[in-house]
């Protein structure tokens, strides 16, 4: 049973401009949710998260959004730069992380 | 480095082979994490420790599979009888407990091939 779900195997956009990834889950008992950023050749990397109490985390470039109603989640980068091309993982938490199956971003200079 | 290390990076093997992996978690972290990743999936979760202890493991984790952390610090996970479909990249993460957000820092992770 897939309980984290990434409908967009892959997204690209223009350097500069806002990218926007998405992250859909079924379990309410999920209390973390993350984002990870995986290059080839290496593990994936932490990003970001958010605590199933809070609607916005922020850090830097680096925005994730909580829709508890909607059991749905969204990464915005902005604005995007060529470095941040990689796959996108996202994670929620209960006791062990549940991995979504990630999402292929590619940013164009 | 103080990162997460695993090792081999790489592994080659027939199939029916035993094979075993380690991990080197960061070292003032308590808790390990394995898991198998393959080709258009994220990580599933195999198993995880706290110290010693084995508090978790997937039903992924088949009996021809076994983790131990005998002494808390490094972990190995053993594949016995192999199959090509265990052919994957398998992923050590570790994390410490506390503060509320458990961070897991991964490992470049072992890619298995079973022929």
């Known amino acids: 049973d897939q309980q984290v779900k990434q409908n967009s195997p892959s997204l690209s956009v223009q350097e500069g401009r806002i990218s926007i990834l998405n992250c859909d889950y079924t379990?309410?008992?999920?209390?973390?949710f993350l984002w990870y950023k995986k290059y080839p050749a290496e593990g994936p990397t932490f990003l970001i998260s958010?605590?199933?109490?809070?609607d916005k985390n922020e850090d830097g470039r680096f925005t994730v959004f909580l829709n508890k109603s909607a059991k749905h989640l969204s990464l915005h980068i902005v604005p995007s730069q060529p470095g941040d091309s990689a796959v996108y993982f996202c994670?929620?938490?209960?006791?062990?992380?549940?991995f979504g199956a990630g999402t292929r971003l590619t940013v164009k200079p | 480095d103080t990162g997460v290390s695993q090792d081999p990076r790489h592994k080659i093997t027939k199939r029916g082979q035993n094979v075993t992996f380690r991990c080197d978690p960061i070292s003032e972290h308590n808790r390990l994490y394995w898991y198998r990743q393959t080709l258009g999936q994220g990580p599933e979760f195999l198993t995880y420790f706290q110290n010693e202890a084995q508090l978790e493991k997937s039903r992924l984790l088949s009996d021809r599979f076994s983790a131990e952390r005998p002494k808390g610090s490094f972990s190995t996970l053993e594949i016995q009888r192999t199959e090509q479909g265990d052919s994957a990249m398998y992923l050590c993460?570790?994390?410490?407990?506390?503060?509320?957000?458990?961070?897991?820092?991964f490992g470049p992770g072992t890619r298995l091939t079973v022929l």
């Open positions: 958010i605590s199933s109490i809070k």
């Open positions: 994670a929620a938490r209960i006791g062990a992380m549940r």
């Open positions: 379990n309410s008992m999920f209390d973390y």
């Open positions: 993460a570790s994390s410490a407990t506390s503060g509320s957000l458990n961070e897991q820092f």
